[in-house]
């Protein structure tokens, strides 16, 4: 077992449970105008996406996207918001997403994974619910995602200090290229017992609000138990446990002290 490391002002913007499922057979676009009117009181916005294509874990080390050919085309990724936009529930013919978000993180305290997950199980139990009373069919989860997305303002690193321990740049000796003026990079690594895969992705961006330089840091799972019955918060723990401690683990000291770490 890891040690459970809490952070107190932690970077984190945007935290997004998922389900990944099928099964659902009668499932309609009107259906989700039905289930709308359960949680309208949370959640009164409404707006509409493109539908999440599915991205399936698999045991090779890439992930499979799946495209899926049938006669009537899905509809369209259903998005229910709560009054001060940081919740949000999304819905689309085989996915059940709820969000956390703030807009940047000066933005509110993130109010932690205990609390976030409780909102979850929660709203996806009525979603359950709602499937058995309208007699949508059998609601079978394909696969479970958690992700933790981050963002570390270019102006609060120390000048010349790394943000990651993996990936920074030699400059013992004599260099043609200057300093990279943005970057990209990923990385993946199995979790345990063949359950999913973590996702380390972090890239240079721009905040969209400002404008200013941003590190946009994505840590998140997949993948589900092999259990005919999934027990999906065993999941979510598992892959929460590893989102942490990936995080520290790909991070230097200094830049977990800015964040306040505790163990």
Request: glycine share 6%.
């Amino acid at each position: 077992m890891s040690q459970k490391i809490r952070f107190e002002r932690p970077p984190v913007v945007e935290v997004v449970f998922g389900v990944l499922f099928g099964g659902l057979t009668n499932l309609r676009a009107a259906h989700i105008g039905v289930f709308w009117d359960r949680v309208r009181d949370e959640f009164p916005s409404v707006d509409e996406a493109p539908p999440l294509l599915p991205v399936i874990e698999a045991r090779e080390p890439l992930p499979v996207e799946e495209i899926e050919i049938g006669l009537v085309p899905p509809f369209r990724r259903t998005w229910l918001r709560s009054a001060d936009g940081h919740r949000l529930i999304q819905l689309q013919h085989d996915r059940f997403i709820y969000n956390w978000k703030r807009d940047s993180p000066e933005d509110g305290l993130y109010p932690s994974y205990d609390k976030v997950i409780i909102d979850f199980e929660r709203l996806w139990g009525e979603f359950n619910t709602f499937v058995v009373q309208e007699n949508l069919g059998e609601l079978l989860p394909r696969q479970l995602e958690l992700v933790y997305v981050n963002i570390i303002p270019v102006d609060r690193i120390p000048k010349n200090d790394p943000v990651f321990v993996d990936h920074r740049r030699d400059s013992t000796q004599s260099r043609f290229l200057p300093d990279p003026e943005s970057f990209t990079w990923r990385t993946s690594y199995p979790l345990p017992e063949s359950s999913g895969r973590l996702h380390v992705l972090a890239a240079t961006a721009r905040q969209s609000s400002t404008g200013a330089p941003i590190i946009r840091l994505e840590v998140s799972a997949r993948g589900i138990n092999d259990a005919a019955v999934p027990d999906t918060r065993a999941w979510f723990d598992l892959a929460h446990e590893w989102i942490t401690n990936g995080f520290t683990d790909v991070t230097t000291t200094k830049m977990q002290t800015e964040w306040g770490r505790q163990l």
